[in-house]
């Protein structure tokens, strides 16, 4: 690429980058493509959004499937929208490339919250190897903030490794749990349990929920967090928007209570850190397999592993050895 | 490292893999923990383990919180331990580092499967940035394989990105339901479709059992498989051992499928080529981030993408041209 090409780019990134900050929908859309294609030029462009970024509240929610997480969001939107602000949405789907699945999460999702011009929905899938779910959402969330929407909601379907980061790079977390889900809770929250800044019990109104709210208050009576913090416990029935104020209300004082503190800025140290790390392994992988004759080495030693003629180590080393 | 300190440690890992494929509970014990250290002295380990690799039958156990697969999987190992199996089983808990959620799972397992020597069970967390959970998790069931352990279980909590590419690096993959998941059981079924070979419905005694597998059928009914297997449903109450032998029996079906079939070839080298990967993203990182000053540059740039100084791209494009 010749300097004038590169000029080019970085006046084609500027444009977009004035047009994201205006809030043109279509331009955060593509924006975002961007950063999902692991392309170079995303780097010029997340360059000159992150400085517009640092106003929106970036809100993380997490559970299990089926504890109705989607609902909560689109309701937690509705009620924001009321507020008059502009929400963002980001829904992290880990699921196959093949599926579709995040494709029919935003079919469903159209249909509730429609085509209001000031909610922005976006699903974020696994599409590859090398673009790392975590990064491009963390990367998507910054292009809503710069873009000025006041309440950015990332969800998440999974309580995976990535999922988890997702959430606690939000400035807050809030976990979604359900009445009764068996043998596994004592796991599950054990698991969540330094995530949550607040706890939802979603379906309410199932049987249970007195049992679980017990559990879930010994829990969290045992920890002990560096910012004095104690989660509270709010109770939803999000099909039918009870509660929804109340969980708005837990946000907004765990928002209070962090502008005046200082534990934050730890917290957000961790997640500069966390983000920098991320980006540096895609680079570094990309680097090395977008390297000329990369591809087909692979491809020789993965038949070669895929055989048993050799093991993953020594062909990492190879890999290593040819590109230093 | 001198040449003798080398030697040393490759006869360190020598007798160490020789006591592991004789079966020997603490060294395997001491290999995994070996693999989880990201130390440099693993790599050698896992060259001589691999090529003793390839015997045991890997299934891959994943499903949504909740769904029992914990229990599953017990019933499961105390299955195949009646038919004289020796049992490996390998779970993966993507909690906090700080929460103890993998031993607080080792505990209550410990109390089922009692002090059995030929069931090894061992939980994989997350315990710092740079050892991903995929790939020591997949290299412990190298070593319980190379141990001689007939069948390896690996139980997933979630169904995030890393968990799924370890699912689907087993040589089977079941997917655990549960009844009356409500609203996010298409989206659900939609992510782990591409996912299982054989698809459990548990606590198969509740209400909504056959709607669960009605709309589960009619979402296998619907995609084509590249080995034209069609992943059988079963049915169980694993609490009370119900369905187990069942499961057992459509495993052995898969395996016996597969074993004549080609397809299986290009799964291996996918395989292969994600293992391959996994570990070059791992490696680079911590090549680079082990470097002198390293973590003090990662530390100064953590503050300033932390205080919106400074924009992640450009900080790694620092940590980039230095190490160059």
Redesign the interface.
Same mark, same amino acid.
């Given at each position: 690429m010749n300097s004038s090409s590169t000029k080019n780019h970085k006046n084609d990134n500027k444009s977009l980058v004035d047009r994201v900050s205006a809030g043109d929908m279509r331009s955060v859309a593509r924006a975002i493509s961007k950063v999902e294609d692991v392309s170079r030029d995303a780097?010029e462009l997340?360059?000159q959004?992150?400085?517009l970024?640092?106003r929106g509240l970036v809100i993380g929610i997490t559970g299990?499937?089926?504890?109705?997480?989607?609902?909560l969001v689109d309701k937690l939107a509705m009620y924001y929208r009321q507020q008059g602000e502009r929400v963002g949405i980001v829904a992290v789907?880990?699921?196959?490339p093949?599926?579709?699945?995040a494709i029919?999460?935003d079919r469903?999702r159209m249909q509730q919250l429609g085509l209001d011009p000031n909610v922005f929905i976006r699903s974020m899938a696994?599409r590859g190897?090398l673009g790392g779910?975590a990064r491009t959402t963390v990367d998507a969330v910054s292009i809503l903030d710069a873009a000025g929407y006041g309440k950015i909601i990332i969800e998440t379907?999974?309580?995976?490794?990535? /999922? !988890?980061e997702v959430v606690k790079a939000a400035d807050v977390s809030v976990v979604v749990l359900v009445p009764g889900?068996?043998?596994?809770?004592?796991?599950?929250k054990?698991?969540?349990?330094?995530?949550g800044d607040i706890f939802v019990i979603n379906?309410a109104d199932r049987e249970g929920v007195l049992s679980t709210e017990k559990e879930l208050e010994a829990l969290l009576s045992l920890a002990m967090r560096e910012d004095f913090w104690h989660p509270p416990i709010v109770k939803t029935v999000a099909?039918e928007g009870k509660g929804i104020e109340e969980l708005a209300v837990a946000i907004e004082s765990y928002r209070e209570a962090h502008l005046k503190a200082i534990a934050p800025?730890s917290r957000?140290?961790?997640?500069?850190?966390?983000?920098?790390?991320e980006?540096?392994?895609e680079?570094?992988?990309a680097?090395?397999?977008e390297s000329e004759g990369a591809s087909d080495l692979?491809?020789r030693?993965?038949? /070669? !592993?895929?055989?048993?003629h050799r093991?993953?180590?020594?062909?990492?080393?190879e890999?290593?050895r040819r590109s230093q």
């Open positions: 780097s997340m360059k959004i992150f400085p970024t640092g299990a499937p089926g504890a109705g997480k989607s609902s789907d880990p699921s196959s093949f599926s579709g699945g029919l999460g469903i696994t190897n779910l379907v999974g309580v995976g490794q990535d /999922e !988890v889900m068996g043998d596994d809770i004592q796991a599950i054990a698991g969540i349990m330094e995530i379906k099909t800025d957000r140290r961790a997640i500069a850190r966390w983000r920098i790390v980006l540096l392994r680079r570094l992988v680097q090395t397999l692979l491809d030693l993965s038949s /070669e !592993v895929a055989s048993r093991d993953p180590y020594s062909a990492v080393e890999i290593l």
